[in-house]
Nanobody, 116 residues
């Protein structure tokens, strides 16, 4: 069993920056591909960014390319999402996700609100 706990969400003005963290426990973190998803009110959950087990292969949703950066620190069992130039449409609950061949795990989510 893997537990994922996100932190770092909050209220930020448009154009601002925010950094999310997701700490894992209960498994060998290095075996998991890691993802950040988000879900806005009334919308489906969407993939924001992903990073593979090596940390070298990353993918981003078109809507966040050039603004968001996903990284991982296996020693700290943590995956990060650095967000800059935030827009009102980035407002959502952000979820950490860990996947491997035998299944996937989710965090409880952290709210990000971009508003003036």
């Amino acid at each position: 069993q893997v537990q994922l706990v996100e932190s770092g969400g909050g209220l930020v003005q448009p154009g601002g920056s925010l950094s999310l963290s997701c700490v894992a426990s209960g498994a060998d973190f290095r075996n998991f591909n890691l993802n950040w998803f988000r879900q806005a009110p009334g919308k489906e959950r969407e993939l924001v960014g992903s990073i593979d087990t090596t940390g070298r292969r990353k993918n981003y949703a078109d809507s966040v390319k050039g603004r968001f950066t996903i990284t991982r620190d296996d020693a700290k069992k943590t995956v990060y999402l650095e967000m800059r130039s935030l827009k009102s449409e980035d407002t959502a609950v952000y979820y950490c996700n860990a996947r491997w061949a035998w299944g996937q795990y989710w965090g409880q989510g952290t709210q990000v609100t971009v508003s003036s």
